[in-house]
């Protein structure tokens, strides 16, 4: 069974830095892009940033400069690189991912989330 599992979530102060991580675990035989979302309180899900396999990128305008993703094919990881927190944000981040377990078709599979709080 495929598997996502987010960490790094916590508490931060505003201005300072978060690195959340996703691993991919369970029979993965392709992947292709890792998605960070997340969603406020009151708020409606949203694209934070994406990285294909290749390692090309893209990110909403509102983390653009702020936030990097990577990601690291061998070990099935993604991690989302969060500098200059705003309070603005203070949401769970999900991971998201297509993945094709046991050379099957491709299925989204989506972590729990983890909570990030960043306070004034």
């Known amino acids: 069974q495929v598997q996502l599992l987010e960490s790094g979530g916590g508490l931060a102060q505003e201005g300072g830095s978060l690195e959340l991580s996703c691993v991919a675990s369970?029979?993965?035989?392709?992947?292709?892009?890792m998605v960070w979302y997340r969603q406020g309180p009151g708020q409606q899900r949203e694209l934070v940033a994406a990285?294909?396999?290749?390692?090309?990128?893209n990110y909403a305008n509102s983390v653009r400069g702020r936030f990097t993703i990577s990601r690291d094919n061998a070990r099935n990881t993604t991690y989302l690189q969060m500098r200059a927190l705003k309070t603005d944000d203070t949401a769970v981040y999900y991971c998201?991912?297509?993945?094709?377990?046991?050379?099957?078709?491709?299925?989204?599979?989506w972590g729990q989330g983890t909570q990030v709080t960043v306070s004034s």
């Open positions: 998201q991912a297509q993945i094709a377990p046991r050379m099957g078709p491709l299925i989204d599979y």
């Open positions: 369970g029979s993965v035989y392709a992947m292709n892009d």
């Open positions: 990285i294909n396999p290749n390692g090309l990128r």
